[in-house]
């Protein structure tokens, strides 16, 4: 072979024992020691992070935004003419502005991934001989890696051993089916073919496996895919929202600016001047804030519901979770205590047994794949006689295509299969029956019946089982994948999961909030039934799996509706009910915590999990609930909707004063002899205005309107600015009339009058837009607060500072000064009136039934 050949062998292509050797590691995995060496040389196993930049380039790439470089071409431009008060005071400005923005959103980048860290995955690895957890960056080259069902791959490597391992790569390869793994080598396989290869980004869905790490972090093949594609995320409605909100601002301002501009210039205006401010005007009408206020009141929410034991990992999902008005969940922990206890353990007959208890103790005992609520119950319940005496010769793990566990043990001289599983899958697998002296007999149809009524009758006592079963092997070593047939049943394995005591008062907090819980369980209908019936659920309709088999999209889309409470349902028949609903117009959350529960989290609007998960489903979900408790999630889902709604007061404090005020500006523009402001004052007062709004994500929200949920509607925004943005610009109207007509001022004084109503009147407005209510019975928070008062009071002493003169201003009379007071009080008093018409419809309600 040549040497080129020799560098083209990818490593799965060759055996585990070369590729330890190529590692410089042995099967006993890596000592504290070497791994440090090895981090060092190959850094975190995790992805380049490319949304985050250093400083200074982000402080440029905000320099480089348009409408910054077109202040930034103004304040040259000034210079070169010789206003280096214009030059200083916008660039300042400028400076300023970015700064403060940079700053800001670093801060709450910085606090979103500190709350993601919390949550991080881990691995189980072999390290110093002994099998430790250890956060999947930590992972390096060399080290030895154990996996089993629900776990996802941490990197990429080599199988060094398995055990019916079934892993999902299809985001990889394209493979839709599992592929099974072993320790097994093929030189001349490709990536998608390799039995032996294990690709980080896939999961482990069935078995257990010992891989070798290979590749991890950038080099992996999943890394180089991320990579390519830039780390680009798929964008959500209410950031589509946004977006159609910025663009709509975005063209009314080109609009407006180009319509000022030529018509200054038509009707013989001083160039500079009308560049500069038409610019100036830009900057003012433009909500440059907006991604700020978004991410930092985004990351302001996350804090909270942290608080709240809610962690977010997708910022944008808060919005998703204050819409959401269908949460559908499984029961286990969320409705039920998840303390299972074993409370039987009978024969067909009804009467306990000992035998059955004991092999279902060694089935649980030996399994060495995904361990259930239901195993760990059986293995505290006590230690059965004799189970010391069994040995384990094989395995075929639990996956949820079988429904069951088969181990391969004997005793002395006995050597039998032990089979665990579902009731109805392990009855339908057996063909004879151990009865309480111990014989073998055949089912006949009256034992079959009798069988099924025991399931039934526990099942209506709200208890769950597992049918316990078994097959003499002698002289077999292994199990083959399907040779579970003509069984014996043992009996059942009876359980008992108690309902949370505070699983009533949450559902009734979810269902005064508008949120509709659908209970979608794996378990019996008659078991899911009962748990309903005990916390309060509508129970009288059950939709099984196998109805939902047979039911058609359309026919589901109905059924989705009229149900609340879903039974014996696999992974698919989940996904299929969540894009059910979501096609009836609903947002739909779902918690789940299993690695069946994955693909429906993936698809909903708001994926959940929990903090004990499986890997596979925190992975898919958009937010952890640190607390399995649905209490927890109905403080979140307050939260969210406060998040929600602080957003929503930036983009209506937008749209109304600020943006009436500059549109009354542009247009006074064009018949005043000379500039209401200044393109410099128009720029200080747009920082100001900036400024006093970053309290914003810091605010309260009505309490009344975290009670329903809400979405995105961009016609409300344009109905609200229709009705008080024209509000302002009468007001600005009757300001300019009663200083050219009354005061009679000169142009310094009108500017300074006109500069000092416009901030009292865009920042006092603030108080009355932020709540749907009367603005005194609901005080704004303590940040906010200081930030409309602060800005404010910055606004009201410019015009007697000493560098009034060169900002343009001049002092204000006393009785120039009340009048405007006047003015403003008047505007204040007609916008309490006027917004409980521009607020939507469901608000107004809401104000209605206060």
């Known amino acids: 072979m040549t040497q080129d050949a020799a560098k083209s062998i990818e490593f799965w292509q060759r055996d585990a024992d070369a590729n330890l050797s190529a590692l410089g590691v042995g099967r006993g995995g890596l000592t504290s020691d070497e791994v440090a060496g090895r981090r060092a040389r190959y850094g975190a196993n995790a992805l380049p992070d490319s949304t985050r930049r250093p400083v200074w380039l982000d402080f440029v790439r905000r320099l480089a935004n348009p409408l910054v470089l077109i202040l930034l071409a103004a304040a040259m431009a000034a210079g070169i003419t010789g206003d280096l008060a214009s030059f200083t005071i916008i660039l300042g400005i400028v400076l300023l502005s970015t700064v403060l923005d940079t ?93 032996n290869l294990m690709l980080s980004g896939s999961s482990v869905i069935g078995g257990t496996v010992t891989m070798l790490v290979v590749e991890t972090g950038a080099r992996t093949r999943f890394g180089a895919i991320a990579s390519s594609l830039g780390g680009d995320q798929e964008v959500t409605a209410f950031e589509v929202g946004i977006r159609r909100f910025g663009m709509l601002i975005a063209r009314l301002t080109v609009f407006l600016v180009l319509f000022v501009l030529l018509a200054r210039l038509a009707l013989g205006k001083p160039p500079l001047e009308s560049f500069l401010f038409s610019m100036a005007l830009a900057v003012g009408l433009t909500p440059e804030l907006l991604p700020m206020i978004m991410t930092i009141t985004l990351a302001r929410g996350a804090q909270r519901m942290a608080a709240a034991k809610v962690v977010v990992k997708r910022l944008s999902s808060i919005h998703d979770l204050g819409q959401m008005d269908v949460l559908c969940t499984d029961k286990t922990g969320t409705l039920t205590e998840a303390r299972i206890a074993l409370v039987g353990h009978p024969g067909v007959d009804g009467t306990d047994r000992e035998r059955v208890y004991e092999l279902a103790a060694v089935n649980a005992s030996f399994e060495t794949g995904l361990k259930s609520p239901l195993d760990e119950a059986l293995l505290s319940h006590g230690t059965p006689g004799g189970l010391n005496e069994w040995a384990k010769l094989d395995e075929r793990p639990f996956d949820f295509e079988r429904r069951r566990v088969s181990v391969l043990a004997e005793k002395g001289e006995q050597r039998i299969e032990i089979v665990k599983g579902a009731p109805e899958t392990v009855l339908a697998l057996c063909s004879r029956v151990e009865q309480a002296d111990g014989s073998v007999i055949a089912i006949d149809d009256a034992i079959r019946a009798q069988a099924e009524a025991l399931v039934a009758a526990r099942a209506g006592e709200g208890l769950r089982m597992l049918g316990v079963a078994w097959k003499e092997a002698a002289g077999r070593t292994r199990i083959d994948i399907d040779d579970d047939d003509g069984l014996i049943l043992a009996g059942y394995c009876v359980f008992i999961d108690p309902p949370k005591a505070s699983a009533p008062a949450a559902l009734a907090r979810l269902a005064e909030a508008g949120v509709r819980v659908k209970l979608v369980s794996g378990d019996a209908a008659a078991v899911a039934q009962h748990l309903a019936a005990q916390v309060g659920l509508p129970h009288a309709n059950v939709l099984t799996g196998e109805e939902i088999t047979r039911l058609t999209v359309d026919a589901l889309a109905v059924k989705v509706d009229e149900v609340d409470l879903f039974a014996r349902v696999s992974p698919d028949q ?99 002899p000379f500039l209401p402001l200044t393109a410099v004052q128009v720029l200080l007062n747009n920082l100001l205005y900036d400024m006093s709004q970053t309290g914003i994500p810091f605010d309260h929200a009505d309490p009344p309107l975290l009670k329903r949920p809400h979405g995105w509607d961009i016609k409300a925004l344009v109905r609200f600015t229709a009705i ?52 005194w019975r609901l005080p704004p928070h303590r940040i906010l607060a200081a930030t409309l008062f602060g800005s404010l009071a910055v606004a009201l002493i410019l015009p007697w500072l000493p560098l009034a003169g060169m900002l343009g201003f001049e002092p204000l009379g006393a009785g120039l000064s009340l009048s405007i007071a006047g003015l403003v009080i008047a505007y204040l008093l007609l916008a309490e009136l006027l917004k409980r018409w521009a607020l939507p419809a469901a608000e107004r309600m809401v104000i209605g039934a206060r």
Not at 729 to 750: E, G, M, N
Not at 755 to 771: K, N, P, Y
């Open 103 to 195: 700053v800001q959103e670093r801060r709450a980048a910085a606090t979103a991934e500190a709350l993601k860290r919390s949550i991080a995955l881990t691995a189980r690895v072999l390290r110093n001989g002994t099998w430790q957890e250890r956060p999947v960056d930590e992972l390096v080259p060399g080290d030895v890696a154990s996996m089993s069902a629900g776990d996802l791959v941490p990197a990429d490597g080599v199988v060094l051993e398995a055990n019916a391992a079934q892993v999902n790569q299809a985001a990889l390869t394209g493979e839709s089916f599992p592929v099974e793994k072993s320790a097994g080598f093929d030189a001349q396989a490709g990536m998608a073919d390799a039995d």
């Open 724 to 775: 008080m943005g024209p509000l302002s610009s009468v007001f600005d109207i009757a300001t300019f009339a009663l200083l050219l007509w009354v005061f009679h001022v000169d142009v310094p004084t009108f500017r300074a009058a006109w500069f000092v109503e416009s901030m009292a009147t865009q920042i006092l407005v603030v108080l009355i837009i932020r709540t749907s209510g009367a603005a």
């Open 574 to 672: 989940k996904v299929r009910i969540v894009h059910a609903l979501r096609g009836r117009g609903h947002t739909v959350g779902f918690i789940g915590d299993g690695i069946n529960d994955a693909p429906a989290i993936r698809a909903a609007d708001v994926g959940l999990s929990v903090d004990g998960a499986t890997d596979v489903a925190r992975e898919a979900a958009d937010m952890i609930m640190l607390a399995p408790d649905l209490s927890v999630l109905a403080d979140g889902i307050a939260e969210g909707r406060r998040t929600y709604a602080n957003i929503m007061k930036y983009l209506r404090m937008g749209t109304s004063s600020n943006f009436g005020n500059m549109l009354t500006m542009a247009l006074a523009s064009l018949v005043l």
